[in-house]
């Protein structure tokens, strides 16, 4: 009964982050895989041209608060280089931390 219960409270979760994968995909695919690629290796191709170079998700070990602020204000906001402008007039908190989850994804 108690396994049933957790399993039962637990579920919404579980289809909440697949949701946000899903959701993600295309918003990745249209705003993001041109610098970051469309596998996440970091060599899309506007982005193989930066200096330095878009992150690599197939390694990058996520931090999801710092992405979140990447993402939302650019990365020049976050102490690092130009090569990418904030979302935040584009996509909604919810847009993002569902890109951000399927960015996840691409991690070997
Ligand atoms: C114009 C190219 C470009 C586009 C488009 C772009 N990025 Fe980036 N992104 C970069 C570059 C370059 C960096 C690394 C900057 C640095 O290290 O100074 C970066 C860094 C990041 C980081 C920081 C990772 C870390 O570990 O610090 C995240 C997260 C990120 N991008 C997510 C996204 C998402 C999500 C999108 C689409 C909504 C996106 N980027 C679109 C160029 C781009």
């Known amino acids: 009964m108690r396994r049933l219960l957790i399993a039962v409270v637990w579920w919404p979760f579980f289809l909440g982050a697949a949701r946000a994968e899903e959701n993600g995909k295309p918003i990745y695919q249209e705003h993001c ?3 970051h690629g469309s596998r996440g290796d970091g060599k899309g ?3 193989r041209a930066l200096d330095p ?3 690599d998700f ?3 070990k996520a931090d999801d608060a710092a992405w979140f602020k990447v993402t939302k204000f650019g990365t020049k906001a976050a102490g ?3 090569g990418m402008e904030g979302y935040g007039k584009l996509l909604t908190d919810d847009q993002i931390r569902a890109v951000l989850t399927y960015c996840k994804t691409f991690k070997r």
């Open 33 to 35: 895989a041109k610098c």
């Open 45 to 47: 191709p506007v982005g």
């Open 58 to 60: 197939t390694y990058a």
């Open 53 to 55: 170079k878009p992150t």
């Open 80 to 82: 690092k280089s130009d």
